[in-house]
Structures are given as C-alpha cells and as structure tokens.
C-alpha cells in the first residue's frame, strides 16, 4: 500500500456520494485523493512523512466548480473602484454625469472602470451611448463602461486610444460596423459589442497590467476562500489576445500561487467559415494554455445576435 503525503481527518467528511456528512478522513498524494474512508482505513496509507490535520468538526467537502464566470470582469468587480450606480441611471446624460461625480471624488484612480448601463433602461427609443459624452467629463483618463449584460463596452477616446481599437477593428474583417459603429467622418463612436468589446481587454499600458494582475491574485484567494476551486471562464476571447488576458494567472502559475483549476472557452466566430480557421489557432496556444491549472476547455461562439445588436 502506498503511503500519501497528506492525511485531513474530521467528524463531517462530505464525499457527495453518501447524502449526509459522515466521520473519518481523505488520503491525498500529490493532487490525487487516494482514498476516503474511516479512521481504521485511513491508518494504512499513513506513513512516516504523512502529514496528518485533524480538522475537529469542521465540513471537508469536494470544492466548488463554478461552471460558467468571467474571471477578469469579476476581479474588477469584486477589487477596482468602480463606478457605481450606472444601472439606476436613466439616459446617456445621467451616466456620464455619474461618471464625472465619481472621478472628481476619486482623482487618484487613474483608470476608471463602471458597470450596469443598459439600453433598456433608457427609454422607448434608445441611441448608443458614445465617447463624446464621456469627453465632456473625463477628457484625460481612459473610462471603459461595461453593460449590465456584458455584452457591450462603452469607452471615451482615452480608452478607445490606449487599447489601440482604431487599427485592431480595421484589421478584424469580422467586426461589422454594427458592432463597432463609426461616425460620420469614419471614427469609432465608442461602443463596442461582442467581439468588438472583448478586444478593450487587450490594452497595454504598464499600469494597467500590473493592476490586473493584482485583482486576479485577491481573486484566486478569494473564491478559494469560498470553497470554488474551479472556474470556468467563458472569456469568449479572440485567440490573438489570450496571451495578454490570461498572463496575470500564468504568471501564479509559474510561482506556484494558483490555487484553482481555469477551465477556458475561447472565443471563434460569429458562426460560419471563421470557426474552423479560430479554432486552429486556438489550438497553438495549448502549449501556454494547455497544463493542469490552466488550460484551454472549448470554444464558445454565439449562433445569434453576433452580427447585430439592434
């Protein structure tokens, strides 16, 4: 019989096969449980370098999976500053307006972030919000406004500049100007939906990397915290920017500090002959994205409203 390298006992052992929690203990080797059973059972893979926790009446159960996140929209929301209270407003007007009240109260935070606007809520006949609104009240930092439905970003000329959106969209033939609508003098507007939107992710700037990096690490912690010890993150990302979006848990990885599993769906689409040529290189990033804590799951792409979000 072999011996294990930890041993974790306690009176509520939930295995999620038997209904009700019961005593005795679990045998771990490696990231394997060897075996779950009573305390008479356990003896035999204890050895003498087992590390043995008795953890008294507290509940071991299997972790969490949470089965469909988004990881970096989370970490914004759980640890940025953030402006609040976008889905309450009424109109294009009202949110920037809130928008202004925010960075005047916080002028430190160099990159303002909100979420919750929503179309809907503006109205019978409502008009895409542009960057002209967020001009008018914050002409000197990049804003990025994510919808309620995460479907969409609205951006000031800021964000629109520091993400490189001008001559990423031109290149995308994918990205109709319904998704990513321009003015009459051919400039983007600064709304951004689906695929559109995901590309606000891949911005460059020093700050702003190292402060994502940041939130994912609160993050990881913070779900474990809560028993999650997998997520899946239904990213939708275009395979041109994985690398920049998952370079935060990575580099956890690489230091031994990730303490999920990531389960990725990466984007291809909108459904047709694209599929097959963003799978395949999809599957290039497998020796980054392709280990036991990080890896690439599926694809994800969307049957409908890809192409049009009237």
Partial sequence: ????????????????????????????????????????????YVGTETIVKDFGDKLIMPGFCDGHGHFDGLANKAFAEVVSGLEDQCSEEDCAKTVKEFAENNPHVKRISGFGWMLTNWGSNPKRPTKK???????????????????????????????????????????????????SNGNLTGFFAEKAG?????????DAAKQRTEYHKKLVKLL??????????????????LATYYAPLKSMENDNDLTIRCYIWAGVGPAGSADT??????????????????????????????????
């Fill in 1 to 44: 019989m072999n011996k294990v390298n930890l041993v974790l006992i306690s009176s509520a052992v939930f295995d999620s096969v038997q209904d009700t929690p019961f005593p005795g203990a679990i045998a771990v080797n490696g990231n394997k449980i060897e075996f779950i059973g009573s305390l008479e059972e356990i003896n035999k």
């Fill in 224 to 241: 474990n915290r809560y028993g999650i010890t997998g997520f899946t993150d239904a990213t939708m990302m275009p395979h041109d920017a």
């Fill in 133 to 183: 609104s967020l001009d008018t009240v914050v002409p000197d930092k990049p804003v990025y406004l994510q919808s309620g439905d995460g479907h969409a970003m609205w951006l000031n000329s800021k964000a629109i500049e520091e993400c490189h959106l001008e001559e990423t969209i031109r290149n995308d033939p994918e990205i109709t100007d319904n998704l990513a609508p321009r003015d």
């Fill in 277 to 310: 040529e963003d799978a395949v290189k999809i599957r290039s990033y497998e020796a980054f994205l392709g280990s036991d804590k990080l890896r690439i799951a599926g694809i994800k792409s969307i049957m409908d409203g890809m192409g049009s979000c009237d």
């Fill in 198 to 206: 995901s590309y606000t992710h891949s911005f460059k700037d020093v």
